[in-house]
């Protein structure tokens, strides 16, 4: 079974300051990895997707993730954060459970907060 | 274009109760998948259906179980509830591109605002 590692609970930066989310996942094939992201009390929205057309992924609202192979990494980034950044942060990969059915495997979460 | 829609929104049960929550996926998506959200756990796949056919499922007790109707809606059922069901119930919905000998291949998972079930 395939695994993602998300470094980090809960990450700070100030409003304006680099955001840098940290990804790991473990597969022994090409992953489908993507970043969701969760607002209080609503679903999970899709961020970016990793599709192996390119290692770097651009995605909304600003945010771009750069698949590394040799690292096995898949880490969320963005020059500027912004107030309306603050939210809870989902790496997964998508998984063939077998009959053609693939579940997502998600990590544990990273909780952004945006100092003003 | 209408996201997944999931209702209700809010639902408060007793243990011992059963419960329905119901999903509609977004229009041409004829995959619906159920997760489960919860603060130690995190966020853990219950199942998938697609065409009406339950594909895959996790490791959750018998007492977790779903269906998927011609219009592709699905819902789940929690019977015999226990505290530890508390959570919020996400279901996403996917296209699926059905290729060659059966192989599908992967499409984004869409998520709705989840149910949030509390069990008293």
């Known amino acids: 079974a395939q695994s993602v590692t998300q470094l980090g609970s809960h990450v700070s930066v100030s409003e304006g300051a680099l955001v840098l989310l940290r990804c790991n996942y473990s597969s022994s094939v090409p992953p489908y990895l993507f970043w969701y992201v969760q607002y209080p009390n609503q679903g999970l929205q899709l961020l970016l997707k990793y599709t192996s057309a390119a290692t770097l992924v651009k995605g909304i609202n600003g945010f771009e993730a750069e698949f590394k192979k040799s690292e096995t990494s898949f880490h969320l980034t963005k020059p500027s954060a912004h107030m309306s950044d603050a939210a809870e942060y989902f790496c997964a990969v998508s998984e063939n459970s077998g009959a053609g059915s693939y579940q997502l495997t998600f990590g544990k979460g990273t909780k952004l907060s945006v100092i003003p | ?120």
């Open chain 2, 1 to 120: 274009k209408a996201g997944v829609t999931q209702t209700p929104r809010y639902l408060i049960k007793t243990r011992g109760q059963q419960v329905t929550l119901s999903c509609s996926p977004i229009s041409g998506h004829r995959s619906v998948s159920w997760y489960q959200q919860t603060p130690g756990q995190g966020l853990q796949f219950l199942f998938e259906y697609f065409s009406e056919t339950q594909r895959n499922k996790g490791n959750f007790p018998g007492r977790f179980s779903g269906r998927q109707f011609s219009n592709s809606r699905s819902e789940m059922n929690v019977s015999t509830l226990e505290l530890g069901d508390s959570a919020l119930y996400l279901c996403a919905s996917s296209f699926r591109l059905v290729l060659g000998a059966g192989e599908s291949a992967n499409q984004p998972q869409h998520f709705g605002d989840g149910t949030r079930l509390s069990i008293l």
